[in-house]
């Protein structure tokens, strides 16, 4: 058996990497995962699409998770808004009340996913902005991306990350608008019509 020396970074090979999933459905999950908005908030619109692998084939054992900033643009300061089951101690859901941006939703066996939460509104000199983190199987690190909402024109074409990407590929970060406050996002892995995915240093 050989002896590597550990001592010297130069000499310790790299550990493989292991794709992350599918395991999802246990323990990730969590009732009103879904549901970021506030009940009855006048400002909550409707995000929903599907997730893609390279060959155009639905994923249904995808994580979607979405954080953003409230109406006025500032990043959600309270504790959490979850409710546990004093008996048993699992997740109730959430209580409705306080907005945290932030929800993880699992994709059905369509791939489909669906979320309601507020309007963000803009930070900066960014256009309005959801941020967005993608887990799914064949993937060795989850994936990072943005759903721009498609209301300013004007806001887009100023934002400082859009204007980075190239104009044919711009369309992939922008969400459709549906009506009755609506949008759709699909995310693609690979690919024809591929996400943008963004890199954080």
């Not at 808004?81 to 932030?102: C, H, I, K, Q, Y």
């Not at 963000?120 to 902005?129: C, D, K, V």
């Not at 104009?167 to 024809?192: K, M, P």
Request: proline share 8%; net charge negative.
């Amino acid at each position: 058996m050989t002896k590597i020396d550990t001592s010297r970074p130069e000499t310790v090979l790299p550990t493989p990497s292991h794709t992350v999933g599918p395991f999802y459905g246990h323990a990730l999950p969590f009732p009103g995962g879904d549901d970021i908005a506030p009940v009855g908030h006048p400002d909550t619109i409707t995000l929903q699409g599907h997730v893609y692998d390279g060959e155009g084939n639905p994923l249904p054992d995808a994580f979607v998770e979405l954080w953003g900033a409230d109406p006025d643009g500032n990043l959600p300061q309270v504790d959490g808004s979850m409710r546990r089951d004093p008996a048993s101690g699992g997740f109730l859901g959430r209580n409705g009340v306080e907005f945290t941006g932030w929800g993880r939703i699992q994709t059905d066996a369509s791939g489909h996913w669906s979320a309601r939460t507020l309007r963000p509104g803009a930070r900066g000199r960014s256009a309005p902005y959801i941020s967005v983190c993608v887990f799914a199987r064949g993937l060795l690190a989850h994936l990072f991306t943005r759903i721009y909402l498609p209301d300013d024109a004007a806001a887009l074409a100023a934002d400082p990350l859009l204007s980075q990407v190239a104009a044919e590929r711009r369309d992939t970060l922008i969400a459709v608008d549906q009506g009755n406050a609506a949008y759709r996002f699909d995310i693609r892995l690979q690919g024809e019509g591929e996400t943008v995915f963004l890199e954080f240093m």
